[in-house]
């Protein structure tokens, strides 16, 4: 039930199941995850182990002609809604700033002269 770190992937795409031959070797992060964008359709096995006894393996099926594909890219890409407003207000926090700033040295130069 815990994720495991750092551990050995082997993908396997659906032409080359059959034959045992991987065509992706990599490792998850440290929180147990990892990605990839399949190639080809049909059913991908992907096999883990993390070197200390504990291994898995998974099928998964693709269809890469699907239309779908794109809009889920995109919409993994998008931020979470709280970042979002917390780039926002700190967008407008230094506007507000960089604005007092500009006030501030025109009210220092006028009263310099």
């Not at 065509?23 to 080809?40: A, H, K, V, Y």
């Not at 693709?62 to 919409?75: E, I, R, Y």
């Amino acid at each position: 039930g815990e994720p495991m770190s750092f551990a050995k992937i082997k993908i396997y795409p659906p032409s080359t199941v059959e034959k045992n031959v991987e065509s992706l070797i990599s490792i998850t992060d440290r929180n147990g995850l990892f990605s990839f964008i399949p190639d080809e359709d049909g059913v991908w096995r992907i096999d883990i182990e993390d070197g200390m006894g504990h291994a898995g393996s998974i099928s998964v099926a693709s269809n890469t002609s699907s239309k779908d594909t794109a809009s889920t890219l995109a919409a993994s890409r998008k931020l979470p809604l709280a970042i979002t407003a917390i780039l926002g207000l700190s967008l407008i926090l230094n506007i507000f700033t960089l604005w007092h700033l500009v006030i501030r040295n025109k009210k220092a130069a006028s009263n310099a002269h």
